[in-house]
């Protein structure tokens, strides 16, 4: 069955970076792009980003550009999230998930959707 | 930037149909999605491509599109299906995904 299993909780200084883990697992990495989401505490569900194992194209959320990075190791089917120079406003539980459906087409391009998610990590930051 | 608008909560009595809506310009042109989401947990898709229904998930939930206006309906609520629903879909050039505000659904 399908699963993905992410790393442990986290705690962070203001200006640190984190990474978080999401390995695969009953299916083939590099087949589906993997987004990461995030929920900061009480809020709404807010996507950070996309990569595709497959030929490591990525697409980021705006408002992350420039602090965020996302990388797969097919090796190990895992994939990982960076995120730099951490505000408290970055504390939130952050989720992988696997996206299907992304595609382009002679009509446009459509995203995904997320059919597995990760359990969630938190990541907390605070001095 | 692009947003998706849902009602902050929706009340039902059990048994009744529940309804939450989701609005944004570019839905005509991209597909929407519903996500279930309860305390603690991770969400989890109840609705895709506007009106599918992924296997599992109970046939009380159904989705439809009209125009600008997307509608997740449960027929017969019952008491498990309090939460959190969210709205997903992506702007008018399909590269970035977008999560409506969430709607709690309290079953009275």
């Known amino acids: 069955q399908v699963q993905l299993v992410q790393s442990g909780a986290e705690v962070k200084k203001p200006g640190a970076s984190v990474k978080v883990s999401c390995k695969a697992s009953g299916y083939s990495l590099t087949s589906y792009g993997i987004s990461w989401v995030r929920q900061a505490p009480g809020q709404g569900l807010e996507w950070m980003g996309w990569i595709s194992a497959y030929n490591d194209n990525t697409n980021y959320a705006q408002k992350l550009q420039g602090r965020v990075t996302m990388t797969t190791d097919t090796s190990t089917s895992t994939a990982y999230m960076e995120l730099r120079s951490l505000r408290s406003d970055d504390t939130a539980v952050y989720y992988c998930a696997r996206e299907r459906g992304r595609s382009c087409s002679g009509g446009g391009c459509y995203s995904g959707y997320f059919d597995y998610w990760g359990q969630g990590t938190l990541v907390t930051v605070s001095s | 930037s692009y947003e998706l608008t849902q009602p902050p909560s929706v009340s039902v009595s059990p048994g009744q149909t529940a309804r939450i809506t989701c609005s944004a310009d570019a839905l005509p042109k991209q597909y929407a999605y519903w996500y279930q989401q309860k305390p603690g947990q991770a969400p989890v898709l109840v609705i895709y491509k506007d009106s599918e229904r992924p296997s599992g998930i109970p046939e009380r939930f159904s989705g439809s599109s009209s125009g600008t206006t997307v509608t997740l309906t449960i027929s017969g609520v019952q008491a498990e299906d309090e939460a959190e629903y969210y709205c997903?879909?992506?702007?008018?050039?399909?590269?970035?995904?977008?999560f409506g505000g969430g709607t709690k659904l309290t079953v009275l």
């Open positions: 997903q879909s992506a702007d008018s050039s399909g590269s970035y995904v977008v």
